[in-house]
């Protein structure tokens, strides 16, 4: 019979004796639990120390930040004032007709294609309603 030590190292002699694969397994995963603290520590230990250190260089931050900010908002302003002052371009009336023959097209079309609950009949897509809306305008 072997030393108790190196069945735990030994898979096919521990697979042999029975019980002590089952302790190996045991050990390994009490091993990896303690490592795992042991990263979830040093972890938080370092993240204090990170907060710590920004809230020592924050007010410094802040006053960078402040100067950004009141920068970005008269950007903001003035690009609103140059926006508002662009008068909207008037459609032609041409293209007012055009729209209005696709409006009522459209619903033409979905008349034609959808059941009386709104359902698009079977068979029938989306894409069917627009090519058939686009072929009735034509013909207006």
Do not use: C, W
């Amino acid at each position: 019979m072997h030393p108790p030590t190196q069945l735990l190292f030994n898979q096919k002699s521990s697979v042999l004796e029975g019980g002590f694969l089952a302790i190996a397994d045991e050990v390994a995963a009490a091993v990896l639990a303690g490592f795992k603290q042991g990263v979830i520590a040093e972890a938080k230990r370092q993240s204090v120390m990170i907060g710590k250190e920004v809230v020592r260089e924050l007010p410094g931050a802040l006053t960078d930040t402040t100067a950004l900010v009141s920068s970005a908002l008269m950007f903001v302003e003035e690009t609103a004032e140059v926006a508002a002052t662009t008068p909207k371009k008037k459609r032609s009336r041409s293209a007012r007709a055009a729209d209005k023959k696709l409006s009522k097209a459209f619903r033409m079309a979905n008349d034609r294609y959808r059941l009386k609950n709104g359902q698009l009949r079977k068979g029938r897509t989306q894409a069917d309603i627009a090519k058939l809306a686009q072929k009735l305008r034509k013909k207006m």
